[in-house]
């Protein structure tokens, strides 16, 4: 017998990047090539899980050889992922305080303008092996929002980020050989 096909012992973290939505450059149409001043890598990514939400139905049905049997039929109908950072940049920054656009710095700006704090754009989730390897890159479309602010205490803060897939027939996972 032969061992599934990319079975290994796996240490591994998350190296993303990120491409905010601006018209035609970088939308639901349109994924900026790599290599693209567009890509900014979202830094010190200390945590990034893949949380799909599922939906479950049991039902009771008969069958022929064994009469009722229960079953469970389950649906993902959502794949977000939570993603922990170890430095607070100016896109959580930004979508923390609810401002119109761009943190413009030593320029005042009005806080908590937008009640909608999310942000749209590609994403590049590359899974980085130790050995300095991709073992996968994920490229999706996503509504980016930024989790509850962490606390201001007596250790470095962590930022979170949800990041909501939004389906794009440009959407790729790539699984180097």
């Given at each position: 017998?032969?061992?599934?096909?990319?079975?290994?012992?796996?240490?591994?973290?998350?190296?993303?990047?990120?491409?905010?939505?601006?018209?035609?450059?970088?939308?639901?149409?349109?994924?900026?090539?790599?290599?693209?001043?567009?890509?900014?890598?979202?830094?010190?990514?200390?945590?990034?899980?893949?949380?799909?939400?599922?939906?479950?139905?049991?039902?009771?049905?008969?069958?022929?050889?064994?009469?009722?049997?229960?079953?469970?039929?389950?649906?993902?109908?959502?794949?977000?992922?939570?993603?922990?950072?170890?430095y607070t940049t100016e896109l959580f920054d930004r979508m923390r305080y609810g401002l119109a656009?761009?943190?413009?710095?030593?320029?005042?700006?009005?806080?908590?303008?937008?009640?909608?704090?999310?942000?749209?754009?590609?994403?590049?989730?590359?899974?980085?092996?130790?050995?300095?390897?991709?073992?996968?890159?994920?490229?999706?479309?996503?509504?980016?929002?930024?989790?509850?602010?962490?606390?201001?205490?007596?250790?470095?803060?962590?930022?979170?980020?949800?990041?909501?897939?939004?389906?794009?027939?440009?959407?790729?996972?790539?699984?180097?050989?």
């Amino acid at each position: 017998m032969a061992l599934l096909a990319l079975s290994e012992k796996l240490f591994a973290g998350k190296i993303i990047y990120i491409a905010l939505e601006a018209s035609g450059t970088s939308d639901l149409a349109t994924r900026p090539v790599s290599g693209s001043a567009l890509w900014l890598e979202l830094a010190g990514v200390n945590s990034a899980v893949h949380k799909p939400v599922k939906v479950r139905e049991e039902f009771d049905e008969v069958d022929a050889n064994l009469g009722w049997r229960q079953g469970v039929d389950e649906y993902t109908v959502a794949d977000p992922f939570e993603i922990k950072t170890r430095y607070t940049t100016e896109l959580f920054d930004r979508m923390r305080y609810g401002l119109a656009g761009a943190i413009v710095q030593d320029t005042p700006q009005t806080p908590f303008v937008k009640s909608d704090r999310k942000l749209r754009g590609w994403v590049n989730l590359q899974e980085r092996k130790h050995d300095g390897e991709d073992r996968n890159t994920l490229a999706i479309f996503c509504e980016i929002r930024a989790m509850d602010p962490p606390p201001s205490e007596k250790k470095t803060q962590e930022p979170m980020f949800e990041l909501w897939p939004i389906y794009s027939t440009l959407q790729t996972v790539n699984f180097p050989s």
